[in-house]
T-cell receptor, first 116, second 115 residues
Framework: AQTVTQSQPEMSVQEAETVTLSCTYD???????LFWYKQPPSRQMILVIR??????QNATENRFSVNFQKAAKSFSLKISDSQLGDTAMYFC?????????????FGKGTKLSVIP | NAGVMQNPRHLVRRRGQEARLRCSPM?????VYWYRQLPEEGLKFMVY????????ESGMPKERFSAEFPKEGPSILRIQQVVRGDSAAYFC?????????????FGPGTRLTVT
């Protein structure tokens, strides 16, 4: 079974600064996907960024980028130029692409507060 | 193109009643996943369905919970004889028809409160 660990229950960052959220996972699979989801107070789950394990290049989406270290099973999210709208819960998630079911396994989340 | 729709958004039930949660996937999507989010927790997988088939129900509690995705109409998550511990947010997600898709699009969730 896969597990996803987010070791930072809460973090805060000043507006316009950079923050990094940590995520580690445990799996014996070689083919999988990793995701970061954002859940603002509205509770809507919003996909922030995804990474395919077979790709060595780190994914980037505007101000969001990841540091994917496959050997270390680490998948951190960096948010640059933080904005007030980035305040939310952030969940790291794992998907085993080799299985017949593409269920997502989520970490417990990191609550990020962006301070004006 | 409308997103994933869930209704109701909020549902209050007394202990022992039944709860029915509905999920309409995005147009063209025939795969539906249900997840449960307990307070202060991440989402946990419950069940994966395709039209008229349950593909993976490894996350479903053994009793009182059932799910279906009929040929016509929304997917339904049914909880019989609800208890206080069922209070949670229930999310569904849908993915496209083609195989090997890992992209799941989430609905806004249904918040179930059991009194």
């Amino acid at each position: 079974a896969q597990t996803v660990t987010q070791s930072q229950p809460e973090m805060s960052v000043q507006e316009a600064e950079t923050v990094t959220l940590s995520c580690t996972y445990d799996t014996s699979e070689s083919n999988y996907y990793l995701f970061w989801y954002k859940q603002p107070p509205s509770r809507q789950m919003i996909l922030v960024i995804r990474q395919e394990a077979y790709k060595q290049q780190n994914a980037t989406e505007n101000r969001f980028s990841v540091n994917f270290q496959k050997a270390a099973k680490s998948f951190s999210l960096k948010i640059s130029d933080s904005q007030l709208g980035d305040t939310a819960m952030y969940f790291c998630a794992f998907c085993n692409s080799g299985a017949g079911s593409y269920q997502l396994t989520f970490g417990k989340g990191t609550k990020l507060s962006v301070i004006p | 193109n409308a997103g994933v729709m869930q209704n109701p958004r909020h549902l209050v039930r007394r202990r022992g009643q039944e709860a029915r949660l509905r999920c309409s996937p995005m147009k063209g999507h025939s795969h539906v996943y249900w997840y449960r989010q307990l307070p202060e927790e991440g989402l946990k997988f419950m069940v994966y369905l395709q039209k008229e088939n349950i593909i993976d129900e490894s996350g479903m509690p053994k009793e009182r919970f059932s799910a279906e995705f009929p040929k016509e109409g929304p997917s339904i998550l049914r909880i019989q004889q609800v208890v206080r511990g069922d209070s949670a947010a229930y999310f569904c997600a849908s993915s496209p028809e083609y195989i090997k898709s890992d992209e799941q699009y989430f609905g806004p969730g249904t918040r179930l409160t059991v009194t």
